[in-house]
């Protein structure tokens, strides 16, 4: 019925606003347990402790408290109590303008497409190690869909020195994309030059900076019970910066976790408590996520598995118990599958649905992964937003109107009639339904005829279609020269070795 | 871990048990605006009213107080009321056994594979109009999986002539097929055929066959506003017999529905009402599912949309009104794609989860079904047994007790270490995790010199692996007799015309 034929009709949307979850919680657990888990926990960080790599680290908790044994650190429960305390239950992540901000609280929801994977692959050019043209090209598709809310590491660009690597990527970031930038916590040095980076071409002066988080980085532990040099000093140094840090402990189910889910989330939840601690005592009132990434392992191969039934549940679990602490949650979807088949999909989705029905704020890895974070998929990232997008249109409440009921257009059609030509239809139909990205409803005659093309193929026309036309973000001239500067003074200067 | 090597884990598993819906309902209606439909839903029965084709149908209306015009029928809203008094709220569907028997009632879950498809498709031999041998086959590879616990008409048998296809197709059924046989209304001579093969081969008398339903048929109405002759003889025969009507309009919004949500449920809810007010004319408790099928035209092509937003928001309303009136619901997913790929199995599963979170007792098409339910394909539907199985695996509660928390475990391992070989590990690892049949974790290497198979692949060896050992489901040969003689003897009657 409609006349103009558009080729990506997703991508001339407008910004969708910030989303509300509208689904109410699904609690595998009673809130006796779930208060259970939390108070073991608590009992786990004070009697076994956790081993801290970064001396500074282990001063800062002494000083909160905390017994230091060695490298062991063992937590004064009062200390947990007091950072949980300290910690925001809300604030605004801030991208390029005011449309890109994104606000994170109570039934806040966001997406975070997939991030990570050390290589990439897309139906035309096969799969590779990730470089830097695969990584802008990603930044550039992400940027065209508004319901992926931050600029991540989608890939890996292995074709950049280590040194210089974070320069590079937080310059394509910046260039490419108007979204919350993330930078990885590989060292203290990296992370100064790329807060240093955000802040000039944002345009921010010192204090306007702190005062917001304009960037974020994901802080995995060593789990069990360990936090390494570059982590502990990424929550430092985000902390005292105001920038967020999302902690989330990566606790595979009977690999680096105990291989029930109450067990696991036990762990996970110790682990992101003391991280937790550790940001408040570097600044008290410092943006942290509370984050979980517990799944399980497939018994038989020993590995990952992803969007299974017990991946589902800890993440609805994980939900109670950040309620329970009163923090905002960061959860994830995922899958193993080695390709964007009906396997990948499910297992996303499945994944999904445990971060909606938990009551995620942001759910990480949303669109894009194959191989448990191996690779990121050109075709998928595009599949996947086009299911985050339905996500984003079920946010919106459904009007309760006469108006909207229309039963003058019951009375209207006869028995056995159709609705195609009432007023309430001709009024409505332009918008009415959700107009999918890649999902196409062509008979099977007509899609015979037009080539039976699979869905990756009508993916990768979308793709190929974003990168031929490339957003204008409408920077200033000088602030892009200005970056550049910034980039090629730094490289001159050697850049920053990672830590490990 | 395992040594044991099986070619399909989830074929040797125990009977799941009867399931509950673990999931919190969503609802996109407020509990006034549901009333609010329910109430204009009556009126419109009232007002604008709706054509009833057959005439015994419309004596019994007119016998139940309401006001007929020629073939137009005008309920009296006391008279719908007490129907809904006397549907009950809930029954037993009796298959051949004990452990096939499905319970109805609140929170009560089932899934029925996708029905009615006029073609069937396989990756090895291609799209065809379904066939006798298409329809035995798709009911022998359903009878593998427990979760799927009804026995519908999968596919079409286009090569049986229409006057004898009902026998053939429940002659099936019974003989391959241990679940509830669903049977076709399409005329009072193909139903009773029907229920006597069914009594005659479960071995029941006439007072046990009426007392429960052990079979039940589907009943669309010809939306908007009309029941035609067989499906109003359906709802009065399987009512007298005591079997089950399950009341479904398929009410494609901007189509034969109005194009909003509300609008289209209005038109929907008020079909359900008149069948089973008529239902309870026929036989006060008989036992009914209150059925919808609410989706989306996609407004380009004209095409019926599936697991699409709207779709999910018609379910989740669909179950609000449901329950409003305290009935048992039945609702249904589907997917529009043409090939079981990305988008097959993201609608599907987008639809499944709109029936869940909607509280469906029944959730229809959940296995199988492409092109909007044109086709049927058989990795499909062994590709979404997989999700099901998963979600009758989150139907089981998670264990709460220190046993299962594991806290021994936590101080057994050390920082950094792994949990492979806990106690905690070694006592749970055989059962600890769903075990998939389809979905794989090899990684991208193994999986490339393994063959890169995609999931259609895989699925293809599970089904033929099924139909290469026919499970025996212990018939008594002299009842397989008993049916073919049957059979046989209605086919030299001339069987039964079909009615429309």
């Known amino acids: 019925m409609r ?3 558009r080729s990506s009709p997703a991508l ?7 989303l509300k979850n509208p ?13 259970h888990i939390h108070e073991q926990a608590v009992i786990v960080l004070r009697d076994l402790g956790i081993r801290v790599l970064l001396d500074e680290a282990r001063a800062l908790f002494k000083a ?3 017994r230091v044994e060695e490298d062991m650190v063992f937590l004064d429960p009062d200390g947990v109590r007091e950072a949980l305390a300290n910690a925001p239950s809300s604030f605004m992540l801030k991208g390029a303008g005011p449309d890109r901000h994104v606000p994170i609280g109570p039934r806040s929801l966001m997406f975070q497409p997939g991030a990570g994977a050390p290589n990439a692959t897309d139906l035309t050019r096969g799969r590779r190690p990730g470089s830097a043209q695969d990584f802008r090209e990603l930044v550039q598709i992400c940027e065209a869909f508004d319901v992926l809310q931050s600029a991540p590491p989608i890939v890996e660009p292995q074709d950049i020195p280590p040194a210089f690597r974070h320069l590079d990527m937080t310059d394509i970031m910046l260039r490419h994309s108007s979204k919350v930038p993330v930078v990885y916590a590989r060292g203290r040095g990296q992370v100064l030059d790329c807060f240093d980076m955000i802040r000039c071409f944002r345009g921010l002066e010192e204090g306007a900076f702190a005062a917001d988080p304009h960037c974020y980085t994901v802080i995995n532990t060593n789990s069990p019970r360990q936090l390494d040099v570059p982590m502990a000093q990424g929550l430092i140094d985000f902390a005292r910066a105001g920038q967020l840090s999302v902690i989330t402990p990566f606790t595979l189910m009977g690999a680096m976790a105990p291989i029930t889910v109450a067990g696991a989330l036990t762990l996970s939840h110790a682990e992101a408590l003391a991280a937790i601690t550790l940001t408040q005592l570097a600044k008290p009132g410092a943006p942290v996520l509370y984050g979980t ?3 399980n392992v497939h018994m038989r191969s020993g590995s ?4 299974t039934p017990e991946h589902f549940q800890a993440s609805a679990g994980a939900g109670q118990l950040a309620r329970h602490i009163g923090l905002p949650w960061r959860s994830a979807t995922g ?3 080695n390709l964007s088949d009906a396997q990948g999909a499910h297992e996303t989705q499945m994944g999904l649905w445990g971060c909606l029905m938990g009551g995620a704020n942001a759910v990480f890895h949303a669109a894009g992964w194959l191989e448990g974070g191996l690779s990121v998929s050109y075709e998928k990232l595009v599949t996947d937003t086009e299911v985050l997008t339905m996500m984003a249109q079920l946010c919106q409440p459904l009007e309760e109107s006469p108006a909207n009921l229309g039963l003058d257009s019951l009375a209207e059609v006869s028995p056995g009639g159709h609705f195609f030509e009432t007023q309430h239809t001709l009024d409505r139909y332009r918008t009415a339904f959700y107009e999918p990205l890649v999902f196409e409803t062509q008979n099977f005659e007509a899609w015979e005829e037009a080539g039976s093309q ?3 193929s009508r993916a990768t026309r979308v793709w190929q279609d974003i990168l031929s036309h490339p957003k204008d973000l409408g920077h200033d001239s000088a602030k892009l020269d200005e970056l550049s500067a910034f980039t090629s003074k730094r490289r001159g200067e050697g850049g920053a070795e990672p830590l490990s």
């Open 3 to 5: 006349s103009r034929r």
């Open 12 to 18: 001339d949307t407008k910004p969708l606003g910030p």
């Open 23 to 35: 689904f109410p919680p699904y609690c595998p657990f009673s809130e006796d347990w779930v208060a």
């Open 64 to 66: 909160g408290g905390a």
């Open 293 to 295: 990434f517990t799944s």
């Open 304 to 307: 990952p598995a992803f969007g």
């Open 335 to 337: 899958t193993a599958a």
């Open 454 to 456: 699979d869905i990756r």
